[in-house]
């Protein structure tokens, strides 16, 4: 589940014009002698300081335009309040859980890109108020905070397109220095003015005199309510009922390839039927999912964040009261990076237990199995030991089903009696007939869902959701990669989150990570010790992108690159069948971000600034099994064999 994306930020054009043409060193339109070390910073502020004009274009033609004006505004306030409360407590910035206490006051809890940037400004805000520079309060807002603000929200943007657009510049600059001079030229430059709202002539880089006197408003911007740059909002309602709703979408069991049935099988096979809480819940995943690949990111002003409004025919409607539906809009936001509004309505017809021609067994653990190599290792080490009980592993079809039950038939040899259901849930394109989202964030949503109810089906009060701790942690590899471009669905603060919610509608099912504090090779190696062999590992599909190829990993995106480093700690090679076997050209863009992660220090305050933290788990105790999850790719980085098309032995 441990996904990787970059943002490709606003609709921005070519910032760069005819420099995308670089793509060696020496083509490079800047004074260089083949080192980074004597690249002129001036120039590369400058041509950082290109995103910057837009950006002051685009708030200047709407002062509201990606919400970033009103966040700071609002974090802002929330600073102040934040320091009032902390400065008679005698805290230190040595003191993580407080600086991380401030972060979540001033931030907030939400994973949208802007939320995301106002965590890492937050942190250094924080930072200063520690460690007493002496700065007023006022000094820390207007001079600090707000400018940070806008320089972590360039350098997002930055990171990754500059390079993909100067693909000679990840030879250069290898850990992303452009992008940090860039943000460090918008801190300087134009923090107070994005903040004050007000515009002064400026003269462009490309020599067009722009102001407040130059250029045509956009149609929409400056106005109440959604401008033509804030996130666009849509309505669904997932309901048997057909609604007399204006500007609402009707969606039903017809959007799906497959009837609810094949999504609940895992269920009622126990002989009775789930809970309604259960129900409810998966029904709520269910029509969330669909939402998600209905409405393409591509029509939002940043080209990632949505608002989106859900309504849902539940069986117990009187459980998901408005407390309840806030923590699922909260839960929603983490793992999409959208914003949520998710309201139900009664009468959903009440579950039916299917009825089985053998006499229903009793299952004692249940599992998600993915055909990935987490999955796999974890369901050996649960079929080598007794539990007195059938195993129930539940997958999700989604064009891996062959790894699945390769790997449902090499535990099947360990030991144990392994019971395997294949759920399906795949939505139909939409009326227009336009192709579905790419991104599927909210999928680990559908899937623990789906999980959960069918372990609260079988009185199971445990489902182990198996994902190494490098990924489910899964920090961004660079500035790009912020909130929910990097996948949170099993982030200990997703976890949390998920089993807060499924306690406030009365359950009683706990998810649970068994591999958080494993890296990828460790859990390689716990496979190989509970009975799997090397081929039954290599056969494994960990692909971020198999749903676009099928059953054969690509061998190129963050998770392959994970999985060719566990293997190679493991195993020694990897003799696994890869799409991409040598990682370059335009397909090693995530090894380029894997390669910027790897040349900067990385450590807590890196996490704080991340996201929230649970109760119970902190960011030193993840830290470890992070920084050795970079010792095993920094040795397949290193070596001649991993990431270059070349085998072992």
């Known amino acids: 589940m441990g996904t990787s994306t970059g943002w490709r930020g606003p609709r921005w054009g070519d910032p ?6 670089a793509t060696r060193p020496e083509q490079i339109p800047f004074p260089r002698d083949g080192d980074l070390d004597v690249l002129d910073r001036e120039w590369a502020a400058r041509w950082s300081g290109r995103f910057l004009d837009k950006l ?3 708030l200047r033609d709407d002062p509201d335009a990606y919400e970033l004006r009103s966040r700071m505004t609002v974090m802002g306030r929330e600073l102040v309040l934040a320091f009032a409360g902390l400065r008679d407590r005698g805290s230190t910035y040595a003191d993580l859980t407080v600086l991380g206490e401030f972060t979540n006051r001033v931030a907030g809890e939400g994973t949208n890109v802007i939320d995301a940037v106002g965590r890492r400004a937050a942190v250094r805000a924080g930072e200063r108020l520690f460690a007493g520079t002496g700065d007023t309060l006022f000094c820390l807002v207007y001079r600090g905070f707000f400018a940070d603000f806008v320089a972590e929200f360039l350098r997002a943007v930055i990171a990754e397109e500059i390079t993909a657009a100067v693909p000679a510049l990840a030879l250069v600059d290898p850990s992303g220095q452009i992008a940090d ?6 801190r300087r430059s134009r923090a107070r003015s994005v903040r004050s709202g007000r515009s002064r002539p400026q003269r462009s880089r490309g020599g067009d005199r722009t102001g407040s006197g130059g250029g045509q408003r956009r149609p929409g911007a400056g106005g ?16 048997r009922r057909q609604l007399s709703r204006m500007g609402w979408e009707h969606l039903s069991e017809e959007d799906f390839l497959d009837q609810s049935g094949r999504v609940t099988s895992a269920a009622t096979m126990s002989g009775r039927a789930a809970p309604d809480w259960a129900r409810d819940l998966l029904e709520i995943a269910r029509a969330a999912f669909l939402v998600d690949k209905r409405f393409r990111r591509e029509s ?3 080209r990632w964040t949505r608002r989106i409004e859900l309504l849902v025919q539940l069986r117990a409607p009187a459980l998901w009261n408005e407390a309840v539906r806030r923590r699922v809009d909260a839960l929603l936001g983490t793992l999409t990076g959208d914003q949520w509004q998710v309201s139900v309505h009664g009468g959903a017809a009440p579950e039916q237990a299917e009825l089985e021609l053998e006499p229903p067994r009793t299952v004692s653990a249940v ?3 993915s055909g990935g190599l987490d999955s796999a290792c974890h369901a050996a080490s649960l079929a080598r030991a007794d539990h007195g009980g059938s195993l129930l592993f539940v997958s999700f079809v989604d064009r891996v089903q062959e790894p699945q039950e390769r790997v449902v038939k090499a535990v099947r040899k360990i030991g144990g009696d392994v019971i395997a259901r294949h759920l399906d849930q795949r939505p139909r394109r939409g009326p227009d007939g336009k192709r579905l989202e790419r991104s599927s964030r909210s999928r680990g949503f559908l899937y623990m869902a789906a999980a959960v109810h069918a372990a609260a089906a079988h009185g199971v009060r445990r489902v182990d959701v198996p994902e190494n701790g490098q990924l489910a942690v899964n920090p961004p590899l660079t500035p790009a990669r912020l909130g929910a471009l990097s996948t949170r669905s099993v982030h200990p603060w997703t976890m949390y989150q998920f089993n807060q919610l499924i306690t406030a509608v009365g359950g009683d099912v706990e998810l649970v990570n068994p591999l958080l504090h494993l890296t990828k090779g460790e859990v390689c190696a716990r496979g190989l010790e509970s009975g799997l062999t090397e081929a039954d590992l290599f056969a494994t599909v960990s692909c971020g992108r198999h749903t676009h190829l099928g059953n054969r990993n690509c061998g190129c995106c963050f998770p392959c690159l994970v999985r060719r480093s566990g293997l190679l700690r493991a195993v020694g090679d990897d003799r696994s069948d890869y799409e991409q076997d040598k990682v370059e050209g335009d397909k090693a863009r995530d090894l380029r971000a894997v390669q910027s992660w790897l040349d900067r220090e990385f450590g807590e305050r890196d996490l704080v600034a991340d ?3 649970p109760p119970g788990t902190t960011p030193r105790s993840v830290l470890p099994v992070l920084e050795r999850g970079r010792a095993e790719l920094t040795v397949a980085r290193l070596s001649a064999t991993v990431f270059t098309g070349g085998r072992g032995r």
């Open 16 to 21: 760069l014009g005819a420099s995308k043409r």
């Open 367 to 369: 599992a998600l199995l």
């Open 181 to 186: 001079w860039g943000g460090g030229s918008a």
């Open 224 to 239: 109440a309510g959604m401008t033509a740059r804030s996130a666009p909002l849509r309505r669904f309602a997932f309901s």
């Open 300 to 302: 939002a002003p940043d």
């Open 56 to 58: 002051w274009q685009d």
């Open 611 to 613: 996201m929230p933290w």
